[in-house]
């Protein structure tokens, strides 16, 4: 018996051993403040820390949810989320970040986070004096960056999120044109609500894993 308990003991520790193994082999590329957290609280027209905002330089930036504009969602993970907003004006909202080790060109990395939308998200617009709903569906669009070339590509794409409840979203990201060094995430109009007023919340991102072929 003890024999016998021996061996199935020392197949386990070989087994967790090449699982660590295969673990530590694989790329894995981690962001800084991946749930847009902010001390506890929520703040208007703020990039949360880690972050750089991409949105025009003539409108308010991001959102740091819940809290403002009448968004009372709990987050996914943590205290805090993200809110970016896209206007009928044709400006949309985005955030990016430098990343520790490039996307290579060739090769495919996994990307999770969670998606939702704000069934209220009233503010001001450039074309109403009056406070209005910002709430049609948007998609998500992620983007590689090369800092350098200045080279950029479209990653990947949501569907039209419409929920009002957190779902967790998968990619798969490819880069074909070039390596990138940071990664940009962008709030778009959905098909079918062009140049409306929508907003989207974004919460609890995960690592960037590089898929081993």
């Known amino acids: 018996m003890a024999l016998i308990m021996k061996k199935y003991w020392s197949l386990f ?4 051993f090449c699982t660590t193994e295969e673990i530590l082999a694989q790329k ?5 403040n991946p749930s847009f957290e902010n001390g506890g609280s929520g703040a208007a027209g703020t990039v949360p820390s880690g972050w750089i905002n ?8 991001p959102d740091i949810q819940p809290g403002s504009f009448q968004v009372s969602m709990p987050p996914q993970d943590g205290d805090t989320y993200l809110g ?3 206007r009928e004006v044709n400006t949309w909202e985005g955030v990016g970040q430098p990343l520790m080790d490039f996307l290579e060109k060739g090769a495919t990395y996994t990307f999770s986070l969670w998606l939702a939308r704000s069934n209220t998200y009233r503010s001001g617009t450039p074309l109403s004096r009056e406070v209005v709903n910002l709430n ?3 998609i998500l669009k992620i983007w590689g960056y ?9 990653l990947a794409e949501s569907q039209a999120v419409s929920h009002s409840k ?3 979203y998968e990619f798969m990201l490819t880069p074909t044109l070039a390596d990138y060094d940071e990664l940009d995430l962008m709030a778009y109009y959905a098909l079918g609500f062009e140049q409306t007023n929508g907003n989207l919340l974004i919460d609890n991102c995960s690592a960037i894993v590089k898929v081993e072929k």
């Open 13 to 16: 520790l070989l087994v967790a």
């Open 28 to 32: 894995v590329i981690l962001l800084d």
């Open 54 to 61: 991409l949105g025009s330089e003539d409108q308010t930036p």
């Open 84 to 86: 970016l907003v896209v």
């Open 136 to 138: 049609a569906p948007t």
């Open 146 to 154: 090369n800092t350098s070339s200045k080279q950029e590509e479209l």
């Open 166 to 168: 957190w779902v967790r």
